[in-house]
């Protein structure tokens, strides 16, 4: 299969707060709110949610294509993505700008403030798919990038019949309530969070029903509670696996969006895609920076069957690698 990832490719500047944020915040203050938070420690890593999912999927063996606008301090990123089995080749880089840039901020709960600076990603709706490939993958991943790329993107993919995922994540903040519905309107796939459902429901007037309706499949995760598959009358349910320690919980989601894409690449069950996603999510906890995450493909499936019975379907992915 095919697979095309388009969206975000960032810097990520990772910051531990020593305490609670919500200690911080007096409720009746805050139209006046002007905080600063004193950090122990910052990390610089490798991100972007495009970026990382393709990262993901390449440690299980693929070979996924990344698309998105990048600036002229791209060069050793570029590198340690084609050494990770990456394939940038669909990568637009513009050299008057510079590569977008996420700062965030994750306190004693693993509660997490963020701000994201686009840079070269606010160009990204300039570009189309048919720009840089002949013809539309098998699969395009439609995650958090400039909102008006994003809207043209699921434009491209309807017009062309070509089967896409919408994981708009973050950029739910930015998008219209028009915006959002015309993302979501014949999806393959919506995947969100929890949170961002409920600000999708708000701001479209769209119920979990009228989602279901629209979408093949919806997936909504719920952080430690596992995740929901909602398909046609079925719901499934599946937990998260405890991770060792949690690091730092930044592009956890990022990890169980390429694990239930290599599911999906292998043609395995929803529930079991949602499963490999899991446990991608809790390599991804156990480390600080979205890409630090290590495993060959045989560490992970046995880690995953000391956790959970396969009953052999993962084997395809064994002989994969």
């Known amino acids: 299969m095919e697979i095309l990832v388009t969206g975000s490719i960032a810097y990520d500047y990772l910051m531990r707060f020593p305490g609670s944020f919500q200690q911080h915040f007096i409720p009746d203050e805050l139209h006046n709110m002007s905080l600063s938070f004193l950090v122990d420690d910052m990390t610089k890593h490798w991100g972007g949610v495009a970026a ?10 693929l070979r996924p294509k990344l698309m998105g606008t990048v600036g002229r301090d791209f060069g050793d990123y570029r590198r ?12 637009i880089q513009i050299d008057e700008v510079f590569t977008a840039s996420f700062f965030a901020n994750t306190d004693d709960d693993n509660n997490q403030l963020a701000f994201f ?6 160009l990204a709706r300039h570009y189309r798919i ?12 439609i995650s958090p990038n400039d909102p008006v790329a994003m809207v043209k ?7 062309s019949g070509a089967r896409f995922i919408y994981d708009p994540g973050q950029q739910v903040a930015r998008l219209n309530g028009d915006e959002l519905r015309r ?7 919506v995947v969100v969070n929890i949170y961002e459902a409920s600000v999708i429901y708000e701001k479209t007037g769209l ?7 629209q979408a093949e499949i919806v997936v909504i995760t719920e952080s430690e509670k596992g995740s929901k598959i909602y398909q046609a009358d079925d719901t ?11 690091a730092d919980p930044t592009g956890a989601g990022d990890a169980y969006r390429a694990g239930f894409i290599l599911g999906l690449s292998k043609c395995l069950p929803f529930k079991l895609c949602a499963q490999i996603g899991a446990l991608s999510a809790t390599y991804a906890l156990e480390v600080v920076g979205t890409q630090n995450h290590k495993f060959t493909t045989a560490e992970f499936v046995e880690r995953f069957r000391s956790l959970v019975d396969d009953h052999g379907q993962l084997d395809c992915l064994l002989g994969a690698s």
Request: hydrophobic residues 45%; contains cysteine; aromatic residues 8%.
């Open 52 to 61: 990382n999912i393709a990262f993901t999927l390449a440690k299980f063996g």
């Open 153 to 159: 993107l699921c434009d491209e993919c309807r017009s």
């Open 80 to 91: 340690w993505l084609e050494g990770s089995g990456v394939d940038c080749s669909t990568v």
């Open 117 to 122: 600076y686009g840079g070269a990603m606010n």
């Open 183 to 189: 993302g979501i309107n014949g999806a393959f796939m």
């Open 207 to 213: 119920s979990l029903a009228d989602l279901r309706d």
């Open 130 to 141: 048919a720009d840089i490939l002949a013809r539309h993958p098998d699969l395009v991943v």
């Open 236 to 246: 499934i349910a599946v937990e998260a696996f405890p991770p060792t320690q949690i």
